[in-house]
T-cell receptor, first 114, second 117 residues
Framework: EAGVTQFPSHSVIEKGQTVTLRCDPI?????LYWYRRVMGKEIKFLLH????????ESGMPNNRFLAERTGGTYSTLKVQPAELEDSGVYFC????????????FGPGTRLTVT | AQSVTQLGSHVSVSEGALVLLRCNYS??????LFWYVQYPNQGLQLLLK??????LVKGINGFEAEFKKSETSFHLTKPSAHMSDAAEYFC???????????????FGSGTRLQVQP
């Protein structure tokens, strides 16, 4: 069974540019989460999809961040325009059923904004 | 609201020594608790989880953790460290199923474990 995959693994962009991160969850997992770790800080929740619906987006930092999950499969996280403080590692996780709570994480996308 | 505190951002032990990584949590509802590990250049991998069953939880790679409600702690231990245990470890909490609020994980700041030969 393929795990959670994320693309790209690393992205370097200039301030003001746009970047789109992609996450492919484990097949059949309805729950998809985005998290972010800014350097030296803890991993923080951004948002949670159940299928194609946003269940909880309380962690989204501002309206420069837009997440979508069309068709309830893969998800994209767009940052537009990117700022220096957006640099960090963006993790995606998925789970089949919330009971038990186990989330399976992807390897992350390291975003560097210069 | 939930929060997690991991004492010690860096812990160094000798190979064969006891590993003890500390985690204290705060939760307004019965918590689900997790330990994740991140090896270099990899994603987070679940070590073990507590979901209101047995308070002593055994995980992969010889790790275990004990849920102590009175101390609001969920410390991670391993009797004998191996070089391959060198990684960053994260404690996390989420709400239990009856909590219809956020289901996301709240993480501690992580503890980097070094194992000396």
């Amino acid at each position: 069974e393929a795990g959670v995959t994320q693309f790209p693994s690393h992205s370097v962009i200039e301030k003001g540019q746009t970047v789109t991160l992609r996450c492919d969850p484990i097949s059949g997992h309805d729950n998809l989460y985005w998290y972010r770790r800014v350097m030296g800080k803890e991993i923080k929740f951004l948002l949670h999809f159940v299928k194609e619906s946003k269940q909880d987006e309380s962690g989204m930092p501002n309206n420069r961040f837009l997440a979508e999950r069309t068709g309830g499969t893969y998800s994209t996280l767009k940052v537009q325009p990117a700022e220096l403080e957006d640099s960090g590692v963006y993790f995606c996780a998925s789970s089949q059923d919330w009971k038990g709570g186990e989330q399976y994480f992807g390897p992350g996308t390291r975003l560097t904004v210069t | 609201a939930q929060s997690v505190t991991q004492l010690g951002s860096h812990v160094s032990v000798s190979e064969g020594a006891l590993v003890l990584l500390r985690c204290n949590y705060s939760s307004s509802v019965p918590p689900y608790l997790f330990w994740y590990v991140q090896y270099p250049n990899q994603g987070l991998q679940l070590l073990l989880k507590y979901t209101s069953a047995a308070t002593l939880v055994k995980g992969i790679n010889g790790f275990e953790a004990e849920f102590k409600k009175s101390e609001t702690s969920f410390h991670l231990t391993k009797p004998s460290a191996h070089m391959s245990d060198a990684a960053e470890y994260f404690c996390a909490v989420s709400g239990a199923p009856m909590d219809t609020g956020r289901r996301a994980l709240t993480f501690g700041s992580g503890t980097r474990l070094q194992v000396q030969p």
